[in-house]
């Protein structure tokens, strides 16, 4: 069963920083990708922060020179370290998991949903 524990919501004020952190577990004959979407009140989901194929972090024009994804491999956990938050940022935050997972049957991709933390930030 795989499960996505994200911690670090809460409430900031305009300009402040919060910290979030989503761990996962799941197979051992699974990798897992993870990144930040959120939901702001009234908007589809998007993406926040991630890592591409080629390595590089990518983030939306709203979010870029404020927010930063890092990741520690070993724990199987992402970060994402949010600066200079605006109450445009206030909304739900979620960490996604895309797997790829390998056997002898053949190569199976799915991916997974956190819980969401709150993230509200005030004027």
């Known amino acids: 069963q795989v499960q996505l524990v994200e911690s670090g919501g809460g409430s900031a004020q305009a300009g402040g920083s919060l910290r979030l952190s989503c761990t996962v577990s799941?197979?051992?004959?699974?990798?897992?990708?993870l990144s930040w979407y959120r939901q702001t009140p009234g908007k589809e989901r998007e993406f926040v922060s991630g890592v591409d194929s080629d390595g590089s972090t990518r983030y939306p024009d709203s979010v870029k020179g404020r927010f930063t994804f890092s990741q520690d491999n070993a724990k199987k956990t992402v970060f994402l370290q949010m600066n200079s938050l605006k109450p445009e940022d206030t909304g739900m935050y979620y960490c996604?998991?895309?797997?790829?997972?390998?056997?002898?049957?053949?190569?199976?991709?799915?991916?997974?949903w956190g819980q969401g933390t709150q993230v509200t930030v005030s004027s």
């Open positions: 799941g197979y051992t004959y699974c990798t897992y990708d």
């Open positions: 996604r998991a895309d797997s790829t997972c390998r056997t002898l049957l053949g190569t199976s991709t799915m991916h997974y």
